[in-house]
């Protein structure tokens, strides 16, 4: 540390702004994980409002409205939701596919047997919803939409989790973020294999020698953004016109995406050290090489981050608080009725959600821990894993995202009723059992205290 940053510590950050009285509070709290499931909820409120109102015809055939290109016999359009669901949240897949491949390489993942524990509880918490939902619609209309109660809804997960404070172990965070990662890639499977129209084989070449491409450009060193960009609408192009759902796009470029910085830490300190060495003064405009070089280093800290977190940073409040609330307001009206209520596909996935995802979620976790395949960490006590796994049966987004692509009007409109029922059930559930939990082991703690008080003062009496 120079003698001018010694004398003033604020010459060691940026400048600031009047603005940066507003943006920075406004920027800590948009960072709170709890913001996006708030925001997801009032989506939901509003779209599910609305469609139990007197605007509804109108409010449900705005998302029908046909946008695209059309010239001559040549037409590309598609309904608006359609563009939400099937491009918009490409981007939201995207996002999935690096938060896996960031804990695969530097995350609770990274851990084989601590990764276990989340990829088997992961695997009931889909299989056993998915079972219950196939027995009880067997050989009836609604038997294609198994793929409904498989998905857990991160963001009201991990906003339920707030709810609770200190009542939710840390531990019991990191499982869920964990589960739900694994969940979401579980069902972007179910989206490519169960609910894919009849595969264009030319096409799927065709984007699949897209991706090869880019990992190509990748291994060249190309780190221009705009060349990824235009190559993944290409790509996504390819893919959809293959007939597998083109959201499958975003995953294979997220699992693509370098999760090393460029320039290593070493090189970034030796760059910042030749910019250091120029002595004070106004000598970094024109073409200079002190320009150059300070330009170098400004190349190099932007470089430093991987383009995994990098990626991740920029485009995570957009998918948060942008693309997830429009696909609710765009999916989640649904008009609720008596009738709608006893509809067998909406008490299947009321079923499978409420009882299949923690019942799946605790008996496959403790298998993979009887086997010794898994570990489980001593603050995951059983009953915290229960409460996680109500929680777990939010399936709120993707579910709706798989209903669109199963069912169709009345049938839809059943599973949409379902997994709002079921989301509601899960949610009350989950917090009132953690709630309860939370309050045992607080009480523990203070009867544990008092005793262990009450020896040390008795300690110097018996010393007597």
């Known amino acids: 540390m120079d003698q001018d940053q010694k004398a003033d510590p604020r010459l060691g950050r940026l400048p600031r702004e009047p603005i940066d009285r507003f943006t920075r509070p406004l920027a ?20 599910f409002g609305l469609s139990n109102s007197a605007w509804a015809d109108g409010f449900l055939a705005f998302w029908d409205t046909p946008i695209g290109l059309r010239a001559g016999s040549f037409q590309f359009q598609r309904p608006l939701r359609d563009w939400i669901n099937d ?20 995350g609770e993942l ?19 919803p998915a079972a ?20 857990t809804d991160t963001a009201f997960v991990i906003g339920c989790l707030a709810l609770l404070g200190q009542n939710a172990p840390r531990r019991l965070r990191v499982f869920l973020l964990s589960l739900a990662v694994v969940d979401d890639i579980g069902a972007i499977l179910v989206v490519a294999i169960g609910y894919s129209s009849g595969v264009g084989w030319t096409a799927l070449a065709v984007g699949i020698t897209g991706l090869a491409g880019v990992y190509g450009l990748r291994q060249l060193g190309i780190r221009s953004l705009l060349v990824y960009v235009l190559a993944g609408i290409l790509i996504w192009l390819a893919i959809d016109a293959s007939g597998i759902h083109p959201t499958v796009t975003g995953v294979a470029l997220g699992l693509l995406t370098p999760t090393r910085g460029w320039v290593s830490d070493r090189r970034l300190r ?19 090489e002190d320009r150059k070089l300070l330009r170098s280093a400004g190349k190099a800290t932007r470089e430093a ?20 609330p429009l696909f609710a307001l765009a999916n989640a009206g649904v008009h609720v009725s008596l009738a709608g209520l006893a509809n067998p596909v909406t008490l299947a996935v009321v079923i499978g959600f409420a009882l299949g995802k923690p019942v799946g979620i605790l008996a496959f976790a403790w298998l993979a821990v009887r086997s010794g395949m898994a ?5 995951l006590g059983w009953g915290v894993l229960a409460g996680g796994g109500m929680l ?13 692509l199963a069912f169709k009007d009345e049938l839809l409109q059943a599973a949409k009723l379902g997994i709002l029922v079921a989301s509601v059930i899960s949610a009350a559930g989950g917090l009132s059992l953690l709630a309860w939990l939370g309050h045992i082991g607080r009480r523990r703690a203070a009867i544990a205290g008092a005793a262990d008080a009450g020896q040390h003062e008795i300690m110097p009496l018996r010393a007597l």
Do not use: C
Not at 132 to 149: D, M
Not at 375 to 379: I, L, Y
């Open 87 to 106: 491009g918009l949240m490409t981007f939201f897949f995207f996002v999935v596919a690096l938060e896996l491949k960031r804990e695969l390489v530097v």
């Open 392 to 404: 777990a049966g939010i399936g709120f987004t993707m579910a709706l995202f798989i209903a669109e």
């Open 110 to 128: 990274r851990e084989p047997r601590i990764a276990a524990l989340s990829i088997a509880a992961a695997a009931g918490g889909m299989l056993a």
């Open 375 to 379: 570990v489980r960490p001593r603050a």
């Open 305 to 324: 981050l991987a383009p995994v977190e990098r990626l991740e940073l920029i485009l995570h409040p957009w998918v948060a608080l942008g693309v997830m």
């Open 28 to 47: 800590r709290f948009l960072r709170i994980e709890t913001v996006s499931g708030a925001v997801l909820l009032i989506a939901a409120m509003v779209a």
């Open 270 to 288: 030796a760059i910042l050290r030749r910019v250091l060495a120029y002595p004070p003064g106004n000598h970094w405009s024109g073409d200079t």
């Open 132 to 151: 219950i939902y196939l027995v009880l619609q067997f050989g009836q209309p609604g038997e294609h939409g198994w793929g409904v109660v498989m998905a």
